[in-house]
């Protein structure tokens, strides 16, 4: 079992940037993978980011270039630090984790609870 808590959302203008944190807990078995996902009110969930044991990363294309996804071992805390905000990025960001390599799929067996980021215009 994993638990995972998210951290850092908030309002930024475009252009801005956040960092998101996702502290797990629990056997660390279960959490060699990492992603990122994305969800807007009446959309299906969007995976953003993942990131593997060996540190190998994958990006959608709408963030690849702007967003980074990092993880830091010793703590189990997994990051997501977004540069050049843009509106279209609002939505509600979990973290998810397995000890599959779902990468972007959406199949991960254990989510956090989420956290809003909004960008204004």
């Known amino acids: 079992q994993v638990r995972l808590v998210e951290s850092g959302g908030g309002s930024v203008q475009a252009g801005g940037s956040l960092r998101l944190s996702c502290a797990a807990s629990?056997?660390?078995?279960?959490?060699?993978?990492m992603a990122w996902f994305r969800q807007t009110p009446g959309k299906e969930r969007e995976g953003v980011t993942s990131i593997d044991s060996f540190g190998s990363r994958s990006y959608a294309a709408s963030v690849k270039g702007r967003f980074t996804i990092s993880k830091d071992n010793a703590l189990n805390t997994l990051y997501l630090q977004m540069n050049s905000l843009k509106p279209e990025d609002t939505a509600v960001y979990y973290c998810a984790a397995d000890r599959i390599n779902w990468l972007l799929n959406w199949r991960y067996n254990y989510w956090g609870q989420g956290t809003q980021v909004t960008v204004s215009s």
């Open positions: 629990g056997s660390t078995s279960h959490s060699t993978y």
